[in-house]
C-alpha cells in the first residue's frame, strides 16, 4: 500500500509504489499487488480521518491479511504536505494488529530538513523502516535502508550486492555531514528559522488568493498556486512567480507537485532569518508581478 501522489523514485519497483499514473506509462505490463490510497493533506483531500484508508482499502477488494507494507513519504514531495499525526498514528496501530510493516520514505525528510533529524518524529510513532538519501551526503550520491533486525537481517552475508554499492568517499562525506548538523545545531536551525518562515508565508498567503495552501514544516515549505476562487492548480502562474523570483536572485526548482503548480521552498539548513526574510520580500514581488 502507497499513496496517491507519492513519488518514491524512477526503477521499476520504486515507480509502482509511486502514486502518480502518467510516470507509469513506461510500464508494459503492471505486476499485481500494488495499491494507492488518498493522502490526507487537508487541502487536495480534505477527509483527514483513518476511516478513509479503511473505506480505500475495502473498496479495492483488499483485506488487511494480505498487505505486506505501507509506505508513505514522511511529507508528499511535491508539495510539502503532512498528514495529521493521529492519522499517523492510527496507521501505525493498524499496521501492528494486521503484521504489516510501515515503511517511511525520508529521502526528502531526514537530516534535519523539517525540524527534527528524522521528519517521521513528528509524528510519534516509530516505523518498521526507512529509506534515507539527499542530505545524508548533503551531495553525493548515497542513499540507506534502516530498519528493524528481523527485516534487515533476511540477507545472509553477500546476498546483497551492488556494482555500485555503499564506497569509503560517499561514506566519508555522509559522516562529515551528519557531524557537522550536529556540531553547528542545524536541526534546531530549521526549527527556529522554520517557524519564522512558515509564518512569514502563511501571511503571504492571505494577502494573495493565488495561494490556496502553504504546507511544510522547519525548512521545507510548498505553496500551492491555483486559479483565484477555486483550488485549481494555476501551473502557469505558478512557472511566472518562479521566473520573476529568478529575474530578483532569488532561485527555486520548476513548480511541482498536482498539476504542476506548488513551489517547493527548500532553503539550505543553514540560513538565517534575515536571509529568509531577503527572500520572502522577493517573492512577495515576484507573486504580485504574475499576476
Not at 503532512?82 to 494488529?97: D, G, H, M, N, T
Not at 498536482?258 to 543553514?270: D, E
Request: hydrophobic share 40%; with cysteine.
Amino acid at each position: 500500500m502507497s499513496f496517491e501522489n507519492a513519488f518514491h523514485g524512477r526503477t521499476l519497483g520504486a515507480q509502482m509504489a509511486g502514486g502518480i499514473p502518467s510516470l507509469k506509462d513506461w510500464i508494459g505490463e503492471r505486476p499485481p499487488g500494488f495499491y494507492q490510497v488518498p493522502f490526507p493533506d487537508g487541502f487536495r483531500c480534505e477527509d483527514t480521518s483513518f476511516d478513509l484508508f479503511l473505506e480505500t482499502l475495502k473498496g479495492q477488494g483488499v483485506d488487511g491479511s494480505r498487505v505486506c507494507c505501507v509506505i508513505m513519504e514522511t511529507y508528499i514531495g511535491g508539495g510539502a504536505s503532512f498528514a495529521p499525526k493521529r492519522y499517523v498514528q492510527q496507521l501505525s496501530e493498524w499496521c501492528r494488529e494486521n503484521e504489516a510493516a510501515l515503511v517511511f520514505d525520508e529521502v526528502q525528510a531526514g537530516f534535519g530538513r523539517t525540524g527534527k533529524l528524522f521528519g517521521f518524529e513528528h509524528y510519534g510513532v516509530v516505523p518498521d523502516m526507512i529509506c534515507c538519501g539527499k542530505g545524508i551526503t548533503s551531495s553525493l550520491p548515497l542513499s540507506a535502508v534502516i530498519g528493524r533486525s528481523e527485516l534487515m537481517d533476511q540477507y545472509g552475508p553477500g546476498e546483497m550486492t551492488s556494482t555500485h554499492t555503499g564506497n569509503p568517499v560517499c561514506a566519508a562525506a555522509a559522516l562529515a555531514s551528519i557531524e557537522t548538523i550536529e556540531r553547528e545545531g542545524l536541526v534546531e536551525n530549521a526549527r527556529v528559522v522554520g517557524e519564522r518562515l512558515h509564518e512569514e508565508l502563511r501571511g503571504l498567503m492571505r494577502r494573495n488568493p493565488a495561494i490556496g495552501a502553504v504546507h511544510g514544516m522547519g525548512l521545507v515549505a510548498g505553496l500551492h498556486v491555483v486559479k483565484e476562487g477555486g483550488k485549481e492548480p494555476d501551473k502557469e502562474r505558478a512557472f511566472r512567480i518562479v521566473e520573476k523570483s529568478m529575474e530578483k536572485g532569488l532561485l527555486f526548482f520548476s513548480p511541482v507537485g498536482f498539476g504542476g503548480a506548488t513551489i517547493k521552498v527548500c532553503p539550505p539548513l543553514t540560513i538565517s532569518v534575515e536571509a529568509v526574510m531577503d527572500g520572502l520580500e522577493a517573492l512577495e514581488e515576484a507573486v504580485g508581478e504574475s499576476a
